[in-house]
T-cell receptor, first 112, second 115 residues
């Protein structure tokens, strides 16, 4: 079946630097995308979402970019902090209200 | 302001036993989703329920697994005759309605270990 996957399994950045986490998806019918943050021993936490009719959306210190042409999604975290250390998942679904398909995750480690 | 509550946090079962995982959604949420996560993997959708109804169970194994969300009480994910391959973290999420992924809240999960 079609899948959602991530390019880099681990990412190490220095505190204060910007982080970029990438995600490739293969389902051309994907309409809705979400980034989640998962800390150890906890459930995923919603960060930011974007619909297929947009190519960029900004939140607080986070930006999601969507390139439908190459089926690529990225999460940018500005001024990365130690508290940002976690596993980040992208997820997609064909329509809002339907089951989310998660990628495998990227572990972000922020070093002082 | 309680979020999604899952219990137990850790559950140990021997092969062949039954596992019951409970999920109490956010107060006022009537939509519940169950996901399974294997080590170093993403979450895999299992089932989506509304009160007293199963809306989508396309991710549920055909045998041994069942889920319910009764009118009163928590949602239950039941695994009969557990096998080692059932060992995983099981997450429940709830939302107030369909199509509100930004309001989808996940619990902290139940870690099931099958000996």
């Amino acid at each position: 079946g079609e899948s959602v996957g991530l390019h880099l399994p681990t990412l190490s950045v220095q505190e204060g630097d910007n982080s970029i986490i990438n995600c490739a998806y293969s389902n051309s019918a994907s309409d809705y995308f979400i980034w989640y943050k998962q800390e150890s021993g906890k459930g995923p936490q919603f960060i930011i979402d974007i619909r297929s009719n947009m190519d960029k959306r900004q939140g607080q210190r986070v930006t999601v970019l969507l390139n439908k042409t190459v089926k690529h999604l990225s999460l940018q975290i500005a001024a990365t902090q130690p508290g940002d250390s976690a596993v980040y998942f992208c997820a997609e679904c064909e329509r809002s209200g339907y089951a989310l398909n998660f990628g495998k995750g990227t572990s972000l480690l922020v070093t002082p | 302001n309680a979020g999604v509550m899952q219990n137990p946090r850790h559950l140990v079962r021997r092969r062949g036993q039954e596992a019951r995982l409970r999920c109490s959604p956010v107060k006022g949420h009537s939509h519940v989703y169950w996901y399974r996560q294997l080590p170093e993997e993403g979450l895999k959708f299992m089932v989506y329920l509304q009160k007293e109804n199963i809306i989508d169970e396309s991710g549920m194994p055909k045998e041994r697994f069942s889920a319910e969300f009764p009118k009163e009480g928590p949602s239950i994910l039941r695994i009969q005759q557990v096998v080692r391959g059932d060992s995983a973290a099981y997450f429940c999420a709830s939302s107030p309605d369909r199509g509100s992924e930004e309001k989808l809240f996940f619990g902290s999960g139940t870690q099931l270990s099958v000996l």
